[in-house]
């Protein structure tokens, strides 16, 4: 298994301030088919997205090795559908949890059950 970690990757340092504008999920994508290339080239391999893992096996799919011979995605992040505000993407994660939350809050302001809380 080859597991690959964007994580960390827009944390800002001083040596590399503001250059992740070098990252683009094509240059990613080609990076993954050179590693699964290089490395996995004599075996079967199956490319599994996870999250925004997805993301980037949408792009690997462009550039796949012969060796690449299925993918899997789990939580895909959609780029169409339904309009931005009913359907969940990352690019609109602080207004559907902000749904969430202001509903909350009245819950709690406004419920004698939740007085407890306050």
Do not use: C
Request: net charge negative; proline share 1%; charged share 20%.
């Amino acid at each position: 298994m080859l597991k690959i970690s964007y994580k960390h990757h827009f944390m800002m340092d001083r040596a590399a301030r503001y250059k992740s504008f070098w990252f683009s999920v094509t240059s990613t994508s080609n990076d993954l088919a050179a590693i699964i290339d290089y490395e996995l080239s004599d075996q079967d391999v199956y490319v599994y997205g996870l999250s925004y893992g997805t993301y980037l096996v949408e792009g690997l799919a462009n550039f796949a090795p012969a060796s690449v011979k299925g993918f899997s995605v789990d939580g895909i992040v959609s780029e169409s559908g339904d309009t931005v505000e009913k359907r969940s993407t990352f690019s609109n994660w602080d207004h559907d949890v902000g749904v969430v939350a202001s509903r909350f809050l009245v819950w709690l302001k406004t419920s004698a059950k939740a007085s407890f809380l306050v």
